[in-house]
């Protein structure tokens, strides 16, 4: 399976900042999805990006909020705009490799705290 | 899209079996089953994926019935290290399988 690289790790930032999360595969991915993680809860998909095009925004999730780059088959980076102490939460980016029969290979995640 | 239910948690002791059923009752013709677990300050990681009847792989088992309407995550013998939250997502060749439900937190006493 793929190994990803998320970084940062963790990061607190000041309200009205931004802040741009990484994510480096070490092999050539066609889909990598961005998800945001509140404590205790489960994922939320934020968005799909595929190299070439813009990303595909699920529904509360608005690109000006979140623009997201996808320069090649392996980097991707998801930007928290304006932040508030609402965006504090986990990020975390996963890509699908060799088919979906196989599942999908998660990073271990960007815990933002906004103060 | 098929939406998933699952208990939202269990407890277990070690080196008993622990199943874990999903009810997916919208499934679609073209849509797989997938388990992931996902320990604290961690991303998820697949465990297993199924279509229909009974997939195993070292790590658990995946029951399937006919109608396809639930799933059953088997894990043998747990141990303490198997406390996680586990996930069934259902989905086909779109995003819709990328879509997690609550998940069951699972906790595995001495």
């Known amino acids: 399976s793929a190994v990803i690289s998320q970084k940062p790790s963790r990061d607190i930032c000041q309200r009205g900042t931004s802040l741009t999360i990484q994510c480096q595969v070490d092999?050539?991915?066609?889909?990598m999805f961005w998800y945001r993680q509140q404590p205790g809860q489960s994922l939320t998909l934020i968005a799909t990006a595929n190299q070439g095009s813009e990303a595909t925004y699920e529904s509360g999730f608005v690109i000006d909020k979140f623009p997201i780059s996808r320069p090649n088959l392996t980097f991707s980076t998801l930007t928290v705009s304006n932040m508030s102490p609402e965006d504090s939460s986990i990020y975390l980016c996963?890509?699908?490799?060799?088919?979906?029969?196989?599942?999908?290979?998660f990073g271990s995640g960007t815990r933002l705290t906004v103060v | 899209l098929a939406k998933t239910t699952q208990p939202i948690s269990m407890d277990s002791y070690e080196g008993q079996e622990v199943n874990i059923t999903c009810s997916h009752n919208?499934?679609?013709?073209?849509?797989?089953i997938t388990w992931y677990q996902q320990f604290p300050s961690q991303g998820p990681r697949f465990i297993i994926q199924?279509?229909?009847t009974k997939v195993t792989n070292e790590v658990a088992s995946l029951f399937i019935p006919a109608d396809r309407k639930s799933s059953t995550l088997s894990l043998p013998r747990v141990s303490l290290s198997d406390t996680a939250v586990y996930y069934c997502?259902?989905?086909?060749?779109?995003?819709?399988?990328?879509?997690f439900g609550a998940g069951t937190r699972l906790t595995v006493k001495p």
């Open positions: 996963s890509v699908e490799v060799q088919g979906r029969r196989n599942g999908y290979t």
């Open positions: 092999s050539q991915v066609t889909m």
């Open positions: 997502l259902v989905g086909g060749n779109n995003n819709n399988d990328m879509r």
């Open positions: 919208n499934i679609a013709t073209n849509d797989y």
């Open positions: 199924g279509y229909k």
